[in-house]
């Protein structure tokens, strides 16, 4: 019981971290504009993300522009917007494994394919993890070399948005789900845990033949 609720609990953690990687693919809030000016009023703030980017004026209103151009974009974005379709397609096959392989579930039966083909959902989860540090780790870079490179304009400058922390809180959720899911499926299970027939003993009849209702 101890092993299926870990294995329920690694999961959740993935498909929490999974949905999390959505959000960050979809948000445009990957780099935001730093203020850094001696001027802090500013009018405008600029978002941008994957698939837009945006800008926020001082009253509220905001005005959002998709790319326009795939081939024009920089290198960290296409690569971004590859990676985290990937990661959200096979975050959906990793959830069909591992529903299909676990405990709670009688798709297949007890033993030990039913074992491996959750040690497969949990590393495809891993893998989902991996592949979606790649563009976090990128875009940051990108952001503090700028940030700190001195012939960059002021203007020019961005930080760290909002996407690329929840991408990191995603990425942990799907590592550690994923090393769960793989660990519990690692241990010992009882594989007696079919149902067993008994059968009621033959007696024979007066005439000396055993009655056929004894027979299960």
Same mark, same amino acid.
């Given at each position: 019981?101890?092993?299926?609720? %870990?294995?329920?609990?690694? @999961?959740? $953690?993935?498909?929490? =971290? ?7 693919? =979809? ?29 926020? &004026?001082?009253?509220? &209103?905001?005005?959002? /522009? ?23 397609? @096979? =975050?959906?096959?990793? !959830?069909? %494994? ?15 394919? *039913? ?11 891993? $893998?989902?993890? %991996? !592949? ?15 940030? +700190? ?6 203007? /020019? ?6 996407? @690329? +922390? ?7 959720? $799907?590592?550690?789900? =994923? ?10 299970? #009882?594989?007696?845990?079919?149902? %067993? /027939? +008994? ?11 055993? #009655? *056929? *209702?004894?027979?299960?």
């Amino acid at each position: 019981m101890t092993s299926a609720a %870990v294995e329920i609990l690694g @999961l959740g $953690l993935g498909i929490l =971290g999974w949905v999390g990687v959505i959000l960050a693919c =979809g948000l445009p809030m990957w780099q935001v504009s730093a203020f850094i000016d001696v001027n802090i009023v500013v009018a405008q703030t600029i978002w941008e993300g994957l698939w837009m980017n945006c800008v926020v &004026q001082s009253t509220g &209103q905001m005005q959002c /522009k998709v790319y326009d151009s795939i081939l024009a974009l920089p290198p960290e974005v296409q690569a971004g917007r590859a990676l985290t379709v990937i990661v959200a397609l @096979l =975050g959906l096959v990793a !959830l069909m %494994v591992t529903v299909v392989g676990a405990q709670c579930t009688n798709c297949i039966r007890p033993g030990k394919m *039913k074992s491996r083909i959750v040690i497969a959902g949990g590393a495809i989860y891993i $893998l989902c993890g %991996v !592949l979606v540090l790649i563009p976090l780790c990128w875009f940051a870079n990108i952001v503090i070399s700028d940030f +700190y490179d001195p012939t960059v304009p002021s203007s /020019k400058k961005r930080e760290m948005g909002a996407a @690329l +922390y929840i991408g990191w809180a995603a990425t942990a959720l $799907l590592l550690f789900g =994923g090393c769960l899911i793989c660990c519990c499926s690692c241990s010992p299970r #009882d594989d007696t845990s079919f149902p %067993v /027939k +008994y059968s009621a003993p033959r007696r024979p009849t007066s005439n000396g033949e055993y #009655d *056929k *209702k004894n027979y299960v």
